[in-house]
């Protein structure tokens, strides 16, 4: 039997790129795993909602004045029926049918969590193009030293997320304080 993997993808105002994204969803290689996908809203007044009804995803909600990152990763995780968790933002795009693998794979036989590599869009701005540059080389380092990682496209097994949940009070980098609680631990 398959193990499930729940994407989780944080959403307000996603319709331009969110078709695209559930389509590479659709089109990951399933021969390992099963795939849902939950999509966690903050008010989305577009046509986000429609697009994730048409590709089945469940839907759940945050209200936009309870948003945190850490919070709305918890409802999600919450509502997610997968053994692991993996999490894209609404507006990223997953590159290759193995996206899913490779992020989950290694979270079967060597670590915890686990981060896939970001390169943007026309429009994201120079500065983040030099930190994409930075902390997504284009050789994977598993396992790598230190805590890096960002939930824009990440996976972590769903034990763990349980043992330590996201932080829903911090206002950013809820992921690297996870990550850091592991190294810690």
Not at 43 to 64: C, E, P, R, V
Not at 133 to 140: D, I, L, T
């Amino acid at each position: 039997m398959k193990k499930l993997v729940s994407v989780v993808i944080r959403t307000l105002n996603e319709s331009d790129y969110l078709d695209e994204l559930l389509s590479k969803i659709g089109g990951q290689l399933r021969d390992r795993y099963d795939i849902e996908v939950v999509i966690v809203d903050s008010g989305s007044t577009d046509n986000t909602l429609d697009i994730a009804k048409k590709w089945q995803a469940k839907i759940t909600y945050i209200k936009k004045e309870n948003f945190s990152f850490g919070r709305s990763l918890n409802i999600g995780c919450k509502f997610a029926n997968g053994e692991f968790l993996v999490f894209i933002s609404g507006h990223c795009i997953p590159v290759g049918d193995d996206w899913v693998a490779n992020l989950v794979e290694p979270l079967e036989t060597i670590c915890g969590y686990t981060y896939g590599q970001q390169s943007g869009r026309d429009a994201t701005k120079f500065s983040e193009r030099e930190l994409f540059k930075k902390y997504f080389p284009n050789e994977s380092r598993v396992p790598q030293k230190g805590f890096f990682i960002n939930n824009a496209n990440s996976a972590i097994r769903k034990d763990i997320w349980k043992k330590y949940l996201f932080d829903e009070e911090l206002t950013g980098c809820e992921d690297m304080d996870l990550a850091k609680k592991l190294v810690d631990d």
